[in-house]
């Protein structure tokens, strides 16, 4: 049975993976940057080589984060439904959930488009 601790835990890791994958993409982004700049300014092919090796090793971390946040929110709207059932559909941590509920499928919609 699921308790507001257990709650409020999965709450937190929701919004935690959230952030990460956020900062993956931003570290992407970054990454793709220096490359094209190092391209542009005929960088030392050793050189280059790794920092496409960096950029792939990036890359690879937003599909596994994406399945944890997925992993993660369905976790949360079990335990959400579990709280709900039982009889409790009001309180701090129930509306902090159901906040994390809406922001992360809003994520997952934009990222999709």
Do not use: W
């Not at 929701?14 to 570290?27: I, N």
């Not at 599909?63 to 946040?69: A, G, I, N, S």
């Not at 922001?103 to 999709?112: A, D, G, I, M, W």
């Amino acid at each position: 049975m699921a308790t507001l601790r257990n709650l409020k835990i999965k709450t937190s890791t929701c919004k935690r993976v959230l952030k990460e994958l956020h900062s993956y993409d931003k570290e992407v982004e970054r990454e793709a940057a220096k490359t094209a700049d190092m391209k542009s300014k005929g960088a030392d092919p050793y050189d280059l080589k790794q920092q496409e090796n960096v950029l792939a090793e990036s890359r690879m971390m937003v599909p596994d984060c994406r399945k944890r946040l997925e992993a993660a929110l369905s976790d949360l709207k079990g335990s959400l439904a579990e709280m709900e059932e039982s009889g409790e559909k009001e309180g701090s941590e129930i509306n902090d959930a159901r906040s994390v509920v809406t922001e992360v499928e809003q994520f997952f919609q934009s990222s999709e488009v």
